[in-house]
């Protein structure tokens, strides 16, 4: 679910961010959007290719080779989780306005990876 969640929001972080329905959304701040797309683009292609690549690796448990897969899931999963965590590490640092702005999201991003990782690990 989180690698479909990856997905899903690309087309807003790379396309659509001068929206404020997308602003709203992403709770982002619509000062300065202008001087942000392309970091916005980058991290959504980054977040989208880390989605496709986890369900690559689901696709791999399931019809190839399995522990190749769960590997390939697995970086997929941390890396879903550290970049959700980083949000809020720059929450903290003062970087998101307003600031406490990324709380919401950070849980959100950071919920699906962690309890998947539990899973595999139980």
């Known amino acids: 679910m989180s690698a479909v969640v990856c997905i899903g929001v690309f087309p807003l972080e790379a396309f659509l961010i001068d929206r404020p329905w997308v602003q709203k959304l992403l709770a982002i701040e619509p000062h300065g959007i202008p001087n942000v797309h392309l970091w916005a683009f980058c991290i959504g292609a980054r977040n989208a290719l880390a989605g496709v690549g986890t369900l690559i690796g ?4 399931n019809f190839g080779d399995e522990a190749v897969g769960t590997t390939v899931v697995v970086v997929g999963l941390i ?3 550290l970049a959700a ?3 809020g590490i720059a929450d903290l640092l003062g970087f998101w306005l307003p600031r406490g702005g990324s709380v ?3 849980i959100t991003a950071s919920l699906l ?3 998947a990782l539990l899973a595999l690990v139980a």
């Open 58 to 61: 689901l696709w791999m448990v």
């Open 79 to 81: 890396y879903m989780l």
């Open 85 to 87: 965590l980083f949000m």
């Open 104 to 106: 919401r999201g950070t």
């Open 113 to 115: 990876p962690a309890v």
